[in-house]
């Protein structure tokens, strides 16, 4: 089944963007988005998935290395609360940990949208690997 997926590195300023659909794999980096506000986050992600017509959102849940959630765990999930609030998209969390060993590398090429294009391909790794 086609799916238009939208995969978020959520920061406090910065937050990266990739943009994938499942039948071919592809995944685009989309430009990473300043922010002062979750606010203004929100906004810009509800922009983003009603332009691209998304079906699944992707967040990146920043674990500590034991596991544990840390500090910044908490404002992902409310931030996440919010996008689902806007969006009416029920988000899928990813343990970034699993992302390390994902390298994309470009010269200047931007760490965020890295960071989203690292979990939205292994999203798509564990979703290709179930549905075969």
């Not at 300043?34 to 691209?52: A, C, G, N, P």
């Not at 990146?60 to 969006?87: D, F, N, R, W, Y």
């Not at 390390?100 to 590398?105: A, E, K, R």
Request: aromatic residues 4%.
């Amino acid at each position: 089944m086609l799916m238009n997926v939208l995969a978020l590195d959520i920061g406090l300023r910065r937050t990266g963007v990739a943009y994938g659909e499942t039948k071919s794999g592809i995944v685009i980096a989309l430009d990473t988005i300043h922010h002062r506000t979750t606010e203004e986050l929100t906004r810009q992600v509800t922009s983003i998935t009603k332009s691209k017509k998304i079906d699944q959102l992707i967040i990146g849940l920043p674990l500590l290395p034991s596991g544990a959630e840390g500090e910044q765990v908490g404002l992902v999930k409310e931030t996440a609360k919010m996008i689902e609030h806007s969006t009416g998209l029920k988000p899928a969390f990813l343990d970034e940990r699993y992302t390390t060993n994902v390298h994309f590398t470009a010269k200047g090429s931007d760490s965020d949208a890295t960071a989203a294009c690292a979990l939205l391909t292994v999203w798509m790794d564990k979703k290709n690997a179930i549905d075969i």
